[in-house]
Structures are given as C-alpha cells and as structure tokens.
C-alpha cells in the first residue's frame, strides 16, 4: 500500500483544514486507515482511525468533537476534517494503514504497516 497526505497549510486559530491521504495497492481497500502526527523532537502522537470496513471511527481525547475521519473506499481516500483548530495542533501530521486484524483499528503506531510522507500543518495564534 502506497500512501500519499495532502491538504496541510497555514490557518488562524480557530479554522479548518481537510487533510487527505490517497491510498494505492491491490489491498488498500482492507486496511485500517490512522491518522498520526508528530512535533519535532517529540513522540508521534495519535490522532484518529477508521476501521475498515467504515463502521467504526476512533480520535484521541484531545481532537474529539472537532477533528472528522473519514474515508471513501471507491476513491481510496482517507480524509481528516480538522476544525476550531487550535496552536497546539501545529504539527506534521501522517496517515498510515494498518493490516491488523479485527475490527478495531490500531491507537498506536507501532500497529501499522505503511505510511505516507506527512503534510504540515501551522495554526497561528
């Protein structure tokens, strides 16, 4: 599985940025679909997950009720709507997918297989 993030930027606080990851790969409709991001000289944090089978969406408490995962499978896209976005979620932000089985998706990075490049995203004060 081949990915590829686009979508970040510059906005002011309290905006709104859709972040995409196109997805490639014979199996890339199977695999769980994550959402990481990652400050320098700190660890990659997770930030929200989609199961597979698009049932199921997970975020971490710090992004619940304003961040949105999605994912349209004929276009094998992942999306990450980010809204009332705040400084703190300046960051380099990642998708990744993952094999693992079940129905729930990995919350951690080590439970995933294949990541894109990162695209950064800037939210000024």
């Known amino acids: 599985v081949q990915l590829q993030a686009s979508g970040g930027g510059l906005v002011r606080a309290g905006g709104s940025l859709r972040l995409s990851c196109a997805a490639s790969g014979r199996t890339s409709r199977s695999v769980h679909m994550g959402w990481f991001r990652q400050v320098p000289g700190k660890e990659r944090q997770y930030v929200a997950a989609?199961?597979?089978?698009?049932?199921?969406?997970y975020y971490a408490d710090s992004v619940k009720g304003r961040f949105t995962i999605s994912r349209d499978n004929a276009k094998n896209t992942v999306y990450l709507q980010m809204n009332s976005l705040k400084p703190e979620d300046t960051a380099v932000y990642f998708c990744?997918?993952?094999?693992?089985?079940?129905?729930?998706?990995?919350?951690?990075?080590?439970?995933?297989?294949?990541w894109g490049q990162g695209t950064l995203v800037t939210v000024s004060s």
């Open positions: 990744a997918a993952s094999r693992a089985l079940g129905s729930r998706p990995p919350t951690v990075d080590v439970g995933y297989d294949y």
């Open positions: 989609i199961a597979s089978n698009s049932e199921s969406t």
